[in-house]
Antibody, heavy 120, light 108 residues
Framework: EVQLVESGGGLVQPGGSLRLSCAAS????????MNWVRQAPGKGLEWVSYISSSGSTIYYADSVKGRFTISRDNAKNSLYLQMNSLRAEDTAVYYC?????????????WGQGTMVTVSS | SYVLTQPPSVSVAPGQTARITCGGNNIGSKSVHWYQQKPGQAPVLVVYDDSDRPSGIPERFSGSNSGNTATLTISRVEAGDEADYYC???????????FGTGTKVTVL
């Protein structure tokens, strides 16, 4: 079964750091691009970051550029999001998502999400 | 940055047709994807590349895209279609994925 499972969320103080993980299974992780998408409570979806299959190409949303770092370990079938200098507005459910079965960039697989709360 | 605008809400009676619009500058030149999200759940892709459906998505879901507006159409609406719907495009000028503002579909 194709599956993405996020972990690492929790409560952190403003200015703090957190590292999210996304464990992939059921497909050849190293062949696929990956993304992080977040959703603040009661709000819409916001794309956060993209990483190519090899890790050589990376993009960030303007709202997180310079504070967040996306990475992957293809040997461990894992995707990461290092979040530094966290702000209250970073409070959200964070999803990892990818395109597995389609020849385009639509996200046909999503994890269940992990909640990040930034509060003192 | 590229902006996608959706109506906040659409209400529809069971058995009728719901149309959800997604407005963006020359969106007709881009490939639009649509997601359904029910409370407490991750989004699910329902239409990709303007009008194609992933396997397992009912034919009641269809899409179109032209000019400055893309549209997701849900025919013969059922109670289970009640959810939030989001459009998405890739903005090549900024190398950003962009999601629409989201539309809550209420089945009366």
């Amino acid at each position: 079964e194709v599956q993405l499972v996020e972990s690492g969320g929790g409560l952190v103080q403003p200015g703090g750091s957190l590292r999210l993980s996304c464990a992939a299974s059921g497909f050849t992780f190293s062949s696929y691009e990956m993304n992080w998408v977040r959703q603040a409570p009661g709000k819409g979806l916001e794309w956060v970051s993209y990483i190519s299959s090899s890790g050589s190409t990376i993009y960030y949303a303007d709202s997180v550029k310079g504070r967040f770092t996306i990475s992957r370990d293809n040997a461990k079938n894992s995707l990461y999001l290092q979040m530094n200098s966290l702000r209250a507005e970073d409070t959200a459910v964070y999803y990892c998502a990818s395109t597995i079965g389609l020849p385009n960039d639509a996200f046909d697989i999503w994890g269940q999400g992990t909640m990040v709360t930034v509060s003192s | 940055s590229y902006v996608l605008t959706q109506p906040p809400s659409v209400s529809v009676a069971p058995g009728q047709t719901a149309r959800i619009t997604c407005g963006g500058n020359n969106i007709g030149s881009k490939s639009v994807h649509w997601y359904q999200q029910k409370p407490g759940q991750a989004p699910v892709l329902v239409v990709y590349d303007d009008s194609d459906r992933p396997s397992g998505i009912p034919e009641r879901f269809s899409g179109s895209n032209s000019g400055n507006t893309a549209t997701l159409t849900i025919s013969r609406v059922e109670a289970g279609d009640e959810a939030d719907y989001y459009c998405q495009v890739w903005d090549s000028s900024s190398d950003h994925q962009v999601f629409g503002t989201g539309t809550k579909v209420t089945v009366l």
